[in-house]
């Protein structure tokens, strides 16, 4: 089959330990007209050999390899070979509900929408998983106008994660996800809200994430927490300008990932961006603390503002 409508895009990185689970998840889809594509990105844990046989057996999965670039390579080179003219992502590790393609395809068809969003949710083991349901959300389904999905990409519980949402390819046109960077879905989703048309939100959970620690998500590094600063910096001067009454949201964020930095480059010496550590100075001796702040976050920044000598020490021996 040539014909796909969607292109379902999974980076691949030493995840043997869960990957035929998320492809089974992918191939019980109940929309059949779907690609599968595995970017491998030269893992040394078998993922590789189980790709090129997964692609071997199924005429719908292609398996690419590369060297190890990172995810944001990967997604890149899986929506300039795809051939659906729909994009959706998957992450390795995680698992889709059956309807994961043909809801989301239905809803922006119905709607005529360049980007459908969806609901996630978070599991440990696999027999946690629930069946996709529209309870627990704070948002109706419907067609969002352009600052309300701004404001959405904000809240943990929808995020500005790239697979829980579904793509027209042609967005992707003269946008890339930042390579060789963490977090890259920080650095495009707004960008890609901004570009798009229209975009619909519906109130179901269509993916389930899962929880361990050896998740980026779940681990900290002078990396991961400089390139999600630097997002967040330029994000931050896009809301002010074209959306004011986001920006305020997204500033806290900013904030919150400054004194995280702060902490981090305080506690562990080594390397770091000038430019970046006297960013976070100036939004942390500029800015009030946010009322939503937890109570280590808010007497961690009350510290910096009074005393960086006691914060710097409380960094070291405290935390």
Known sequence: MNNFSISVIIPVYNAIKYLEKTIDSLLLQTKKDIELILIDDESTDGSRELCDKLALKYDNILAIHQKNSG????????????????????DSDDIVDENFCETSYRLVSKFGADIGIFRYDKFHKYKDIKKANSNGSIYSSKVLEKEKAMEMLLDDSIGDFSWNKIFSKSIFLDIKFPENKLFEDLGVMYLLFEKSNSIYFTNTV????????????????IKSIEDSFNFRLKRDIFFKKEYPEVYKSSLDQTLANALQYEVYINKFDGNYSNNLKSSANNLLSSFKVPKNWNCKYKIMAYLYKVSKKAFKVVCKFKL
Do not use: T
């Open 71 to 90: 995810p944001a390579v990967a997604r890149n080179k899986g929506i300039q070979v795809a051939k659906g003219k729909w994009i959706m992502f998957v």
């Open 206 to 221: 269509l993916y389930h994430y899962r929880q361990h620690e050896n998740s980026i998500m779940h681990k900290l590094s």
